[in-house]
């Protein structure tokens, strides 16, 4: 079975606090994905990468970064949290996506910024 | 740029109805794929079906069937009598290079 694992289920963290989130696939996938997923607005695209050390920003990247050390993890990092981003947030992976390959997400980390 | 329209925000149904989800897209691309994902209460995305954009023969698996109609843009879901483990919230999702998703919608099946 396909597994993408993410890092924390839950975190808290104060304002201005860099943070760190973590996802690991199993399945030797190419391409990477973080998602914030909000009430009423559905999953939104961070970041995505197709390769290793190579990112692609989504629709909303601002205050975001990401880091792809290896192939089979993929960083998200909020460089200063503010409150706003607190979120559920979502990590996928897919083989060839331009394809029509299925994605394979994770469990979400609920991120709460005090 | 591409965008996913979920215009349907809650569906609530009495067990063994059909429940018909509506999605409308926009891409520039000539090649794409669309997928319909469930979400469960547990969390997790689940993906149910896709379809690429060069047929638009539609479909019927198990109690599933969809709806692709390249000329509207649309990509209709349908759930033949529906049970309570349907409830979810599904979405609709395209992809050329990234995949984009809808807003979502919550499907609530009452026993």
């Known amino acids: 079975d396909v597994k993408v694992t993410q890092s924390s289920r839950y975190l808290v963290k104060r304002t201005g606090e860099k943070v760190f989130l973590e996802c690991v696939q199993d399945?030797?996938?190419?391409?990477m994905f973080w998602y914030r997923q909000d009430p009423g607005l559905g999953l939104r695209l961070i970041y995505f990468?197709?390769?290793?050390?190579?990112?692609e920003k989504g629709d909303i990247p601002e205050g975001y970064s990401v880091s792809r050390e290896k192939k089979e993890r993929f960083s998200l990092i909020l460089e200063s949290a503010s409150t706003n981003q607190t979120s559920m947030y979502l990590c996928a992976s897919s083989l060839f996506p331009h394809r029509g390959t299925e994605a394979f997400f994770g469990q979400g980390t609920r991120l709460t910024v005090v | 740029a591409q965008k996913v329209t979920q215009a349907q925000t809650e569906i609530s149904v009495v067990e063994k109805e059909d429940v018909t989800l509506d999605c409308v897209y926009e891409?520039?691309?000539?090649?794409?794929?669309l997928f319909w994902y469930k979400q469960p209460p547990s969390g997790e995305l689940v993906f149910l079906i896709r379809r690429n954009s060069f047929d638009e023969q539609n479909e019927i698996s198990g109690r599933y069937s969809w709806n692709f109609q390249k000329s509207t843009s649309s990509f209709n879901f349908t759930i033949t009598a529906s049970q309570v483990v349907d409830s979810a919230v599904y979405f609709c999702a395209l992809t050329d290079y990234k995949l984009s998703f809808g807003a979502g919608t919550t499907v609530t099946v009452r026993a």
């Open positions: 399945m030797d996938h190419e391409n």
């Open positions: 891409t520039r691309d000539t090649t794409y794929y």
């Open positions: 990468s197709y390769d290793v050390k190579m990112k």
